[in-house]
């Protein structure tokens, strides 16, 4: 590829939420700040921006990354995921976020949407996770205010929850053609 | 915190990512899995003119096992070893370790090369290619060598690739009948470990590899010993590897950990044993 020069800006399009999105960007833009600044997704937190606190965490392709080590330049032509993206419609969220509001584990929510990105991400391909699992995923991200026992709860009762809709999809008859 | 400006380079070649290399010397900079260089960028601790990024290079994510030896490719990151299927088969050691290794979150980006070329002394990786002889594959744009796992590692963050060459790639060596055991201590579980022991026990004998305490991953070989002499050897080896005092522990707790934790990493790897 044309190698992208540090002092001119260069466009980035990617697909954002199953839409697709374009902007401008320096190299050195991180794909957090292209998130929240350029195309005002600001659902994404930064924390740190040295990979530490899991805030800024988004799904890129199908895999987990921190948007803060992650540059706006690397996910041209990428399918990315954010937190806007969770809630089914404007007016209704997610099984795990409403797990989220029912069990108060968020407070502040600064920590809060890279831990619905990991947790979305986590049970699709753990979808009957124990604590312990959970746990260790939850070491990814600081929670400075819940002690995130109410998170964990949150986490096992969404994956109940999905697991039981998963079960009633299989055992609904099909209709009669 | 936001990185200086440097040029992008995303390699569509391995032949124009080592020409870039070649040509820029210093100024360039390869960036893999981004888990432990972006940090460095954002924080201004490295200013390279222009970033070489290796992840579209589909000939590098290669994983494969071919004459007694697993080959990484530096395309492959941490999450995909740690899912293989043969990785408790083939390298029981790593499947021990990897999961201490950073987080989910960090492990579904960061490569396995790219925590080898960054050569922190408490990574688990490195202390694994260091316990279990590996090799590191590197290139420039002329030439290939393999270098073994005891003469890359040089100091702290420092190793024996030159700035023109690239890991292409590292090797470990397939298990047999050795028992393995990895453990460590750290502040959190997926911080960087205090002390971490890799052991690989034989009939014969003992190896004992060390992370967080001297500034590379340092592996000792003793015969099957047992009780105090046991106590005793690993006492030397606390000692000889130098300890220092910094934020997260001061080097007598470091010693103590060397004993107690190398002790009773070998007792299961010992037990390991097929
Ligand atoms: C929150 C957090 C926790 C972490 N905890 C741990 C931990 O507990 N243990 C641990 O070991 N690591 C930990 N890490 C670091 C992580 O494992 C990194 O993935 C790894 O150190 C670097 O791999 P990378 O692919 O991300 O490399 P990058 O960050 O892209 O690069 C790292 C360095 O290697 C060089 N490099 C990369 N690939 C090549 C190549 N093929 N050839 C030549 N040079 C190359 C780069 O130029 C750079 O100097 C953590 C990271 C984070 C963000
Ligand atoms: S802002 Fe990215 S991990 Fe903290
Ligand atoms: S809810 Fe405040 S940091 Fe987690």
């Not at chain 1, 800024?56 to 690397?74: K, P």
């Not at chain 2, 408490?122 to 744009?141: D, F, I, N, W, Y």
Request: proline content about 4%; hydrophobic content about 45%.
């Amino acid at each position: 590829m044309p190698r992208l020069s540090a002092d001119q800006r260069h466009t980035v399009a990617f697909t954002l939420n199953g839409l697709p999105v374009d902007g401008v960007a320096e190299p050195r833009m991180l794909l957090s700040d292209f998130l929240r600044q350029t195309l005002g997704a600001t659902g994404t937190h930064v924390g740190c921006e040295h990979g530490v606190c899991g805030a800024c965490t988004v799904e890129v392709d199908g895999m987990l990354a921190r948007s803060c080590l992650t540059l706006a330049v690397q996910v041209d032509g990428a399918s990315i995921r954010t937190v806007e993206g969770l809630a089914p419609a404007p007016d209704r969220l997610s099984v795990l976020q409403a797990a989220f509001r029912r069990h108060h584990a968020l407070q502040c929510g600064f920590c809060t949407a890279g831990i619905l990105m990991s947790l979305d991400a986590f049970l699709k391909a753990n979808p009957e996770p124990d604590e312990a699992q959970v746990r260790d995923l939850l070491s990814g991200h600081l929670c400075r205010c819940t002690g995130y026992t109410p998170i964990v709860r949150a986490a096992l009762e969404a994956a109940a929850e999905l697991s039981a809709q998963d079960t009633a999809a299989c055992q609904e008859e099909p209709a009669h053609a | 915190m936001k990185p200086a400006p440097f040029d992008f380079v995303r390699a569509d070649s391995r032949a124009e990512a080592l020409s870039v290399l070649k040509a820029e010397g210093t100024d360039a900079r390869i960036i893999a899995g981004g888990q432990s260089f972006m940090a460095m960028l954002n924080m201004r601790l490295a200013r390279p003119k222009v970033l070489v990024d290796i992840m579209r290079l589909a000939d590098l994510a290669t994983l494969s096992e071919a004459k007694g030896d697993v080959l990484v490719g530096a395309g492959i990151r941490q999450a995909r070893l740690l899912a293989w299927d043969d990785l408790s088969r083939t390298l029981p050691l790593i499947a021990k370790a990897l999961p201490y290794t950073g987080h989910v979150q960090t492990r579904a980006r960061g490569t396995v090369c790219g925590s080898i070329a960054h050569a922190d002394p408490s990574a688990e990786l490195p202390l694994c290619l260091v316990a279990l002889k590996g090799h590191v594959h590197l290139a420039t744009a002329k030439a290939k060598r393999k270098v073994a796992a005891a003469d890359f590692f040089t100091g702290m963050m420092a190793t024996a690739k030159a700035d023109d060459e690239m890991i292409e790639a590292v090797s470990f060596p397939v298990a047999g009948r050795e028992g393995t055991a990895f453990r460590e201590i750290a502040r959190r579980h997926g911080d960087f470990a205090i002390v971490a022991c890799g052991a690989v026990a034989t009939d014969t004998g003992i190896r004992l590899a060390v992370g967080g305490v001297a500034d590379v991953p340092t592996a000792r070989d003793f015969p099957l010993l047992e009780g105090s002499a046991l106590d005793d050897a690993l006492n030397s080896f606390a000692y000889e590897l130098d300890a220092r005092d910094d934020v997260h522990a001061s080097a007598r707790y470091r010693r103590e950990l060397v004993r107690r934790i190398g002790r009773a990493t070998i007792e299961e790897a010992l037990t390991c044993r097929a």
